[in-house]
T-cell receptor, first 114, second 114 residues
Framework: DTEVTQTPKHLVMGMTNKKSLKCEQH?????MYWYKQKAKKPPELMFV???????INESVPSRFSPECPNSSLLNLHLHALQPEDSALYLC?????????????FGPGTRLTVL | GENVEQHPSTLSVQEGDSAVIKCTYS??????FPWYKQELGKRPQLIID?????GEKKDQRIAVTLNKTAKHFSLHITETQPEDSAVYFC?????????????FGAGTRLTVKP
């Protein structure tokens, strides 16, 4: 399996909802990432997990809460989001920090906050 | 932190012509420079990358050059085809253990006219 998968593909939520985005890879990669991409903009790094430990948090608001249950899974828990949080949320993974940091992206979850 | 600038923001070429996209970076310690292609509604796909110990890398119609002294790198696409039309992002990161902080340029929208 050479892909990063993400669910759901689309998500519409109200500002009071709680939802989760899921990301999975079975390439044996030990680093996983969350990016946020607004329309016509580049991906912006949110979080990095390395060997299931949070290694980078780019000052993301606490309404976004990442979780890495194991080396293959990455979740992003969402709570009390704002309409400006509407964006494409991309997950990525890379093999191993000491070997290669080539990042492979999932197809993304398109999030709309009403 | 790293800052990546990318030019031009839009580029239109005739099929068969060459296209060149340029990026500069600010952190002289950065040592990994990937290029991603993103078609509308799809994930960023790695098309080529280069590490700081190499000055040039080629893969069929795509080549990347790196000038570490000047801190800039460029993507060259020869014999362009309509299917090359997409947004291209350059990125730069420092490849060390537990540091996967990759920063993207703003992107170049390439249009190849048949």
């Amino acid at each position: 399996d050479t892909e990063v998968t993400q669910t759901p593909k689309h998500l519409v939520m109200g500002m009071t909802n709680k939802k989760s985005l899921k990301c999975e890879q079975h390439m044996g990669h030990r680093a996983m990432y969350w990016y946020k991409q607004k329309a016509k903009k580049p991906p912006e790094l949110m979080f990095v997990y390395s060997y299931e430990k949070l290694s980078i948090n780019e000052s993301v608001p606490s309404r976004f809460s990442p979780e890495c249950p194991n080396s293959s899974l990455l979740n992003l828990h969402l709570h009390a989001l704002q309409p400006e949080d509407s964006a494409l949320y991309l997950c990525a993974s890379s093999q191993d920090n000491r070997v290669s940091d080539t990042q492979y992206f999932g197809p993304g979850t398109r999030l709309t906050v009403l | 932190g790293e800052n990546v600038e990318q030019h031009p923001s839009t580029l239109s070429v005739q099929e068969g012509d060459s296209a060149v996209i340029k990026c500069t970076y600010s952190d002289s310690a950065s040592n990994y420079f990937p290029w991603y292609k993103q078609e509308l509604g799809k994930r960023p796909q790695l098309i080529i990358d280069i590490r700081s110990n190499v000055g040039e890398k080629k893969d069929q119609r795509i080549a990347v050059t790196l000038n570490k002294t000047a801190k800039h790198f460029s993507l060259h696409i020869t014999e362009t085809q309509p299917e090359d039309s997409a947004v291209y992002f350059c990125a730069a990161s420092l490849f060390t253990y537990n540091n996967n902080d990759m920063r993207f340029g703003a992107g170049t929208r390439l249009t190849v006219k048949p």
